[in-house]
T-cell receptor
Framework: AQKVTQAQTEISVVEKEDVTLDCVYETRDTTYYLFWYKQPPSGELVFLIRRNSFDEQNEISGRYSWNFQKSTSSFNFTITASQVVDSAVYFCALSEANSGGYQKVTFGTGTKLQVIP | NAGVMQNPRHLVRRRGQEARLRCSPMKGHSHVYWYRQLPEEGLKFMVYLQKENIIDESGMPKERFSAEFPKEGPSILRIQQVVRGDSAAYFC????????????FGPGTRLLVL
């Protein structure tokens, strides 16, 4: 069974600090996808990134960067120079393709990030 | 370029009533997923549907919950005889195809059972 662990329940940082959100996953499959979603206080889910298991290249998008390491089953997310608008709950998620050819996404419990001005 | 639409955004029901949650997938998407988010928790998979077919309902409670995705119209998640424990945010997601496709989420319906 697949599992996603986000050990940090809540993090507070002061604006402009860098912050890393940890994500550790478990899966038996060799082919899987990892995601990060943002849930701001308004409640919607915003897709941030998808990474497949064969692509271990780190990715950078503006102030966001992701570090995927299969050796440690981790997919960590770093926000550089944090801003108040980054305050949200961030979910890491994992999906495996199954015999039906579709994905069931398993979410972590989320990390609540508060950026203090 | 509308995203996934869900309505209502907020729904209040008394115990024993029925709740109907609607989801219109993104244009061109024929795969719909429903997830439930209990307070202070992550999202949990409930059901996966394609047009007129339930593919996987392994995450759905066995009683009182049902889902459909008719040929025409939105997908419906129906909860009969709601109880307080059904209070949660219900998210719908859609993808163009099932496999290897990112799921895009709607804004969710927040159900409150009094």
């Amino acid at each position: 069974a697949q599992k996603v662990t986000q050990a940090q329940t809540e993090i507070s940082v002061v604006e402009k600090e860098d912050v890393t959100l940890d994500c550790v996953y478990e899966t038996r499959d060799t082919t899987y996808y990892l995601f990060w979603y943002k849930q701001p206080p308004s409640g919607e889910l915003v897709f941030l990134i998808r990474r497949n298991s064969f692509d271990e290249q780190n990715e950078i998008s503006g102030r966001y960067s992701w570090n995927f390491q299969k050796s440690t089953s981790s997919f960590n997310f770093t926000i550089t120079a944090s801003q108040v608008v980054d305050s949200a709950v961030y979910f890491c998620a994992l999906s495996e393709a199954n015999s039906g050819g579709y994905q069931k996404v398993t979410f972590g419990t989320g990390t609540k990030l508060q950026v203090i001005p | 370029n509308a995203g996934v639409m869900q309505n209502p955004r907020h729904l209040v029901r008394r115990r024993g009533q029925e709740a109907r949650l609607r989801c219109s997938p993104m244009k061109g998407h024929s795969h719909v997923y429903w997830y439930r988010q209990l307070p202070e928790e992550g999202l949990k998979f409930m059901v996966y549907l394609q047009k007129e077919n339930i593919i996987d309902e392994s995450g759905m409670p066995k009683e009182r919950f049902s889902a459909e995705f008719p040929k025409e119209g939105p997908s419906i998640l129906r909860i009969q005889q709601v109880v307080r424990g059904d209070s949660a945010a219900y998210f719908c997601a859609s993808s163009q195809r099932g496999q290897q496709e990112t799921q895009y989420f709607g804004p969710g319906t927040r159900l409150l059972v009094l």
